[in-house]
Nanobody, 113 residues
Framework: EVRLVESGGDMVQPGGSLRLSCVAS????????MSWVRQTPGKGPEWVSA????????YYAESVKGRFTISRDNAKNTVYLQMNSLKPEDTAVYYC??????WGQGTQVTVSS
C-alpha cells in the first residue's frame, strides 16, 4: 500500500519556523521526484517546492524562495520542508506528492499572531 504521511504542521507566529516531514512507504521513494503543494480554502492548489530524486536539484515558488528549504533523506524515505520567516499568507494545508502520482493527507500550517 502506498502511503505518504505528512507531519509537523502547527500554529506559529509570523516570523516563526516550522519543519514539515513526509514519510513515504509502498513505493521506491528514491526513484521519485517529490513536491510540496499547499492549499487554502477557496483557492486553488499552489505548488511550493520540488526536489529531484537524487536530492541535488531543487525548485521553489517565488513566494517562498529564500525562506523555505526542501530536502530529502532517501535512506529514511522522507522529504522535508524547512519553513523560516513564516508569513500569514503561508497559512494553508501542505501536501507532499510523489511525481503527482501519490499524495499525502496534508498537514495544517497556521501563521497568526
Amino acid at each position: 500500500e502506498v502511503r505518504l504521511v505528512e507531519s509537523g504542521g502547527d500554529m506559529v507566529q509570523p516570523g516563526g519556523s516550522l519543519r514539515l516531514s513526509c514519510v513515504a512507504s509502498g513505493f521506491t521513494f528514491s526513484s521519485y521526484d517529490m513536491s510540496w503543494v499547499r492549499q487554502t480554502p477557496g483557492k486553488g492548489p499552489e505548488w511550493v517546492s520540488a526536489i529531484h530524486a537524487d536530492g541535488v536539484t531543487t525548485y521553489y515558488a517565488e513566494s517562498v524562495k529564500g525562506r523555505f528549504t526542501i530536502s530529502r533523506d532517501n535512506a529514511k524515505n522522507t522529504v522535508y520542508l524547512q519553513m523560516n520567516s513564516l508569513k500569514p499568507e503561508d497559512t494553508a494545508v501542505y501536501y507532499c506528492s510523489a511525481d503527482t502520482h501519490y499524495w499525502g493527507q496534508g498537514t495544517q500550517v497556521t501563521v497568526s499572531s
